[in-house]
């Protein structure tokens, strides 16, 4: 089994910052991209950010010079540092991993249950 459980959501206010965080655990060989998608009501889910193995980023151009996404490989970890939060960055947050569980495996996409964040003007 692997699991990914989010942390770090919670009530900000416009301009404030927050840092999620995002821990894989279970039966894992090794973690290829982890990112960062965001669904507010009524809305569909979409990217925020992602992050290869090789610690490239990917950023949506809203949130593109206001979070920075990082990892820790060691503690197979995502981490997404939000600033200059705005009241349209409010939605539950969802961590992804594509992860391998055994050598010779081809990577599969694990989500997390969300966390959410909410960001008042």
């Known amino acids: 089994q692997v699991q990914l459980v989010e942390s770090g959501g919670g009530l900000v206010q416009a301009g404030g910052s927050l840092r999620l965080s995002c821990a894989a655990s279970?039966?894992?060989?090794?973690?290829?991209?982890m990112g960062w998608y965001r669904q507010a009501p009524g809305k569909q889910r979409e990217l925020v950010a992602t992050?290869?193995?090789?610690?490239?980023?990917n950023y949506a151009d809203s949130v593109k010079g206001r979070f920075i996404i990082s990892r820790d490989n060691a503690k197979n970890t995502v981490y997404l540092q939000m600033n200059s939060l705005k009241p349209e960055d409010t939605a539950v947050y969802y961590c992804?991993?594509?992860?391998?569980?055994?050598?010779?495996?081809?990577?599969?996409?694990?989500w997390g249950r969300g966390t959410q964040v909410t960001v008042s003007s």
């Open positions: 992050i290869t193995s090789a610690d490239t980023p």
């Open positions: 279970g039966s894992i060989y090794s973690i290829n991209a």
């Open positions: 992804t991993a594509q992860i391998v569980r055994r050598l010779g495996l081809s990577p599969v996409v694990y």
